[in-house]
């Protein structure tokens, strides 16, 4: 079982760029799955972009497609969000998840870190 701890969230105003980070703790970080979520006020919790365990396969949602770019470092334990270009409507909690599988549900979730996008 891992554990992750986002950081990297702020205030940034529209068309600018920020970088999560996703820290993970556990002996088998390096073979999970991870994403990245979002949870705007009012909402429900949204995919935003995944990867697979190795880095071989990303997946991003079609509102970031473009602007938002997901890597991971297993030897620093690490997946990063990278957002550029971004929109007010990108205002949300991101949460980071991961899950053993390629597939189905995430098992794992961080705290969440706020994100604010000002016009």
């Known amino acids: 079982q891992v554990q992750l701890t986002e950081s990297g969230g702020g205030l940034v105003q529209a068309g600018g760029s920020l970088r999560l980070s996703c820290a993970a703790s556990?002996?088998?970080?390096?073979?999970?799955?991870m994403g990245w979520f979002r949870q705007a006020p009012g909402k429900e919790r949204q995919f935003v972009c995944s990867?697979?365990?190795?880095?071989?396969?990303?997946d991003y949602a079609d509102s970031v497609k473009g602007r938002f770019t997901i890597s991971r470092d297993n030897a620093k334990n690490t997946v990063y969000l990278q957002m550029n270009n971004l929109k007010v409507e990108d205002t949300a909690i991101y949460y980071c998840?991961?899950?053993?599988?390629?597939?189905?549900?995430?098992?794992?979730w961080g705290q969440g870190t706020q994100v604010t996008v000002s016009s």
């Open positions: 998840a991961a899950r053993y599988s390629a597939y189905g549900s995430w098992t794992t």
């Open positions: 990867i697979l365990w190795n880095g071989g396969s990303t």
């Open positions: 556990g002996r088998f970080y390096s073979t999970y799955n």
